[in-house]
């Protein structure tokens, strides 16, 4: 059975910091590129940040460059998510997605999500 399970949201004061992690099972995590999608309240998904799988190339959306840092940790099946200098605007469900183009499908796995809130 695959699993994405999401910890470590909360509510943290704005220009604090938090670190989300992902714990991955069920499938050959070393395979997959990682992304982090998140909801904020009453918009749509937003992509915020992906590694790849092997030489883990990273890649963020504008709006956290500079502030988030994407991590993965192949032998402990974890993803990782720093988050620094938060923002009111980065309050959102955060969601562990798993992506697989295997050339003729597509694998996409989801966690059931962590709330972040940044408020003071």
């Known amino acids: 059975e695959v699993q994405l399970v999401e910890s470590g949201g909360g509510l943290v004061q704005p220009g604090g910091s938090l670190i989300l992690s992902c714990a991955a099972s069920?499938?050959?995590?070393?395979?997959?590129?990682m992304s982090w999608v998140r909801q904020a309240p009453g918009k749509g998904l937003e992509w915020v940040s992906v590694?790849?799988?092997?030489?883990?190339?990273?890649t963020y959306t504008d709006s956290v460059k500079g502030r988030f840092t994407i991590s993965r940790d192949d032998a402990k099946n974890m993803v990782y998510l720093q988050m620094n200098s938060l923002k009111p605007e980065d309050t959102a469900v955060y969601y562990c997605n798993a992506g697989l183009d295997y050339g003729s499908g597509y694998d996409s796995y989801w966690g059931q999500g962590t709330q972040v809130t940044v408020s003071s």
């Open positions: 590694i790849s799988s092997g030489s883990g190339i990273t």
């Open positions: 069920g499938f050959i995590f070393r395979d997959y590129w």
